[in-house]
């Protein structure tokens, strides 16, 4: 024989084994929670787990090519379809570049500093969603886009109506998305209708974000817009965010509770775009500062 | 080498006389290590099939009920280091708290294991709710874990994961054991 008989054999009891595996797993649950000093073990597991990610990804693409094929037979509806849309949107850049040109030249003519040094200029990256959570209170996702595809961390995941998240943990070939409802997340906005700059945050409940340290008197009414500020860098400025849903004015509290509805299907999509800034060029920086230094 | 081929008891619920209900009880062969991590990885890519919201939460983890499954059926090959690593593969998998599911399913497993020569003798409906109380606890833990990293009670519909488990174990543990099924044998007597 050469191994004993099962039977005889006695390791650790159950309960030392779990022991010893509950406490490993407690130091991981603290070291992720508090420390984060070792991510690449937890990409090294991600991409274990990749491949798999892709099969149970399979029968949602089959769904699609079907899906595809019973469109192809309205392909010229929707391609005349398409083209008024673009004549729209043509007309509504039109007017924008227009407008932006009028915005400078005003600008200059008031002698005034744009506030916030931001660029526009964007690169958007089309990406699919690999995978949603099954806990409710775990607000992200997972895209199919990662490092090998020049995802950075930090870079603003949105769809066709506005923003819906953040890309916060980046794989080779995928990468997470912390959503706008999650908890520890906030975004930089602006009201449309005043320009009032504030900074609104996730509330960990489905279609809910709160307006934080807006005082009880501020000037503002349920229904109004709030796109993306660009202070920060992160955003892009002018995205819209959220609506503004219910506005509790309780004067025993300093401000005032402000609770707005995102606006992107924040759990709807198949499909998002993950922008990435492209940072302003050397010299356009140096020219801006030497400006400030003029008017002081 | 070991043979100890399993019997595993099961009631019969037609009603023979006790020794053609012997000669009826299904004799199954004892799994191979493959074989269990062959289940192990097809459960893992259930759990990370791309559904819809409104499913999810009533989706059972079928990692879980897997694990549960080798505990009381193959109790000498399931380890919990194995439940340790499919936990973390979850976990990464999940974009949730590393470690959460690794701790959930060590100790579904140790209960597993504590229970498991008592579940052996039930038919498997009767197993299924006992199943339950180890997926309520599993479950559990995921929220408390989740709760100590400052997220809500999402609410009491989180645990109707739990009674699709406990529906679901009858069909996936005979889903399990069907290629461990001996063939009968017509020159065996």
């Known amino acids: ?281 050397a010299d356009e920086l140096a020219e801006t500062v030497k400006i400030e230094s003029q008017s002081k | 080498m070991q043979r100890q081929s399993k019997l595993n008891r099961k009631v019969n619920n037609d009603n023979h006389s006790d020794a053609e209900g012997y000669f009826r009880e299904e004799i199954y062969l004892p799994a191979s290590t493959g074989y269990i991590l062959l289940s192990l990885i097809i459960a893992l890519t259930l759990n990370l099939l791309p559904l819809q919201q409104e499913f999810l939460i009533y989706r059972p983890d079928f990692v879980a009920i897997t694990l549960i499954y080798w505990c009381v059926n193959e109790s000498h090959k399931m380890g919990m280091s194995i439940a340790f690593l499919m936990g973390l593969m979850m976990d990464a998998g999940n974009t949730s708290i590393f470690g959460q599911h690794a701790l959930a399913y060590c100790i579904a497993v140790y209960l597993a294991l504590i229970l498991g020569r008592r579940l052996r003798i039930f038919s498997l409906m009767q197993q299924a709710p006992q199943v339950g109380l180890i997926l309520f606890v599993m479950q559990a833990i995921i929220v408390l874990v989740a709760i100590a990293g400052g997220s809500n009670f999402p609410g009491w519909q989180y645990f109707s994961a739990t009674l699709s488990g406990i529906l679901l174990w009858a069909p996936i543990a005979v889903l399990i054991s069907i290629p461990l099924k001996q063939k009968p044998d017509p020159d065996a007597l």
């Not at chain 1, 899906?67 to 007309?91: G, H, M, P, T």
């Not at chain 1, 819906?164 to 975004?187: A, M």
């Not at chain 1, 900074?199 to 974000?209: E, F, H, M, P, Y």
Request: hydrophobic share 40%; with cysteine; net charge negative.
């Open chain 1, 1 to 281: 024989m050469t191994a004993d008989p099962q039977f005889f054999r006695h390791g650790p009891g159950p309960f030392a084994r779990l022991f010893v595996f509950a406490l490993l797993a407690c130091i991981l649950i603290a070291e992720d929670l508090r420390f984060k000093q070792f991510p690449e073990l937890r990409q090294a597991v991600g991409i274990v787990v990749f491949p798999l990610q892709k099969i149970a990804y399979i029968p949602t693409n089959i769904y699609d090519q079907i899906e595809k094929l019973i469109a192809s037979f309205y392909l010229v509806e929707e391609n005349q379809w398409l083209k008024q849309q673009y004549q729209e949107d043509r007309e509504k850049l039109l007017k924008l570049q227009s407008l932006e040109a009028e915005n400078v030249q005003l600008r200059k003519l008031l002698g005034a500093m744009q506030g916030i040094e931001t660029d526009t200029h964007t690169q958007a990256v089309m990406a699919e969603i690999l995978y949603t959570p099954r806990d409710p209170f775990n607000h992200k996702i997972t895209l199919n886009k990662g490092s090998q595809h020049d995802i950075k961390l930090g870079q603003a995941v949105i769809d066709d109506q506005g923003i819906v998240g953040q890309i916060t943990r980046i794989y080779p070939w995928s990468s997470e998305v912390t959503l706008l409802i999650d908890k520890n997340h906030s975004v930089p906005v602006q009201v449309v209708r005043n320009g009032l700059r504030s900074v609104i945050s996730g509330t960990g409940k489905q279609d809910a974000l709160l307006l934080r340290y807006l005082s009880v008197n501020t000037d503002i009414i349920p229904g109004d817009l709030l796109v993306t500020s660009g202070i920060g860098g992160i955003y892009p400025p002018g995205i819209p965010v959220a609506t503004v849903d219910k506005i509790e004015r309780d004067p025993v509290d300093d401000f005032a509770h402000i609770i707005g509805t995102p606006i992107a299907g924040v759990d709807r999509n198949r499909q998002v775009l993950i922008l990435s800034l492209t940072p302003p060029p």
